[in-house]
């Protein structure tokens, strides 16, 4: 009996160690991004442009970005995905730039953290709302009131940025592709990578507890914070899209306060692939959004 005591003993610590360590490797595959050069510039599409350089909101870390004068007073600011950086080809922000420039917005492209020519180090949701909010600071800086600053984020940049207006008022926010919760996008992006689902609800709260204990990370979600953005949204979803479903983003879309708001979906196209999809519809949609809530 001892003897199976101990085989079995041995075995649940075996067990115990191996998901240690699974959830810890999932921690690591989750939370760091790895940096992409930043490949490309304004003058492949016929933009001129200005490099600059601003702090974070938590002041040590500096971020990299273009500023494309319009013609008009009103400012996008765009927000990548979380494994892109500003020229972002899954979205195709440099024509998307080109295309809000045309319309006469100015553009500012930036890099987060860790990204594109960013300092730092690149983490999956930590500090996205400490350099939005850098990029906002160096537009005010410029003489653009809130009211004149609006914000367009893809998929986790979609997320950083309602969490964001959550608790900063800018004119207006376009967010494509935002999941309402982060467990719902580590499933969907385990899905997409073939790994089963009843698997990863098994290994979910250790990776969760792993990712508190290593890197200090909760997270917040934006179908909590979304009630508290005072400022018209409007919510893009893809029709096809393989990681946020419409009925996350109608869940965002009812759980928001503003009765400007608006959920329109791009027939036919990709995750965050709207604009690259059907450009002229996309940047009109954009557009008519935008001088609705002026």
Known sequence: ??????????????????YIMLAIMGAVLVMHIPRLPVTGSPTSVGLTYSDVSFPSRDNHITLKGWYLPGQGEKTILVV????????????????????LVIKGYNVLLFDLRGRGESTGKGLSMMTNEQDIGGAINYLKSKGYSTADIDVIGFCSGAASSAIFISGENVGAAVLDGCFATV?????????????????LDFFYPGLSAAVKIFYGY????????ISNAAC?????????????????????????????NILWEVNGALHSEGYKSNPASYIDEVDKFIQSVK
């Open 183 to 199: 467990r719902n996008m580590v499933t969907s992006q385990a899905i997409a990578k073939g790994v089963p689902k009843p698997l």
């Open 1 to 18: 009996m001892r003897r199976i005591y101990k085989i079995a003993l041995r075995t649940i610590a075996g067990f115990i160690l191996l």
């Open 80 to 99: 990548h995905g979380g494994f892109q950086n500003r020229v972002d080809e899954l979205v195709d922000t440099l024509g998307l730039a080109h295309d």
């Open 232 to 260: 018209p949204i409007l919510f893009i979803h893809e029709e096809n899209d393989n990681l946020v479903s419409l009925q996350e983003v109608d869940q965002l879309f009812k759980a928001s306060t503003n009765p400007s």
């Open 218 to 225: 909760t997270p917040i979600n934006p179908i909590d914070t």
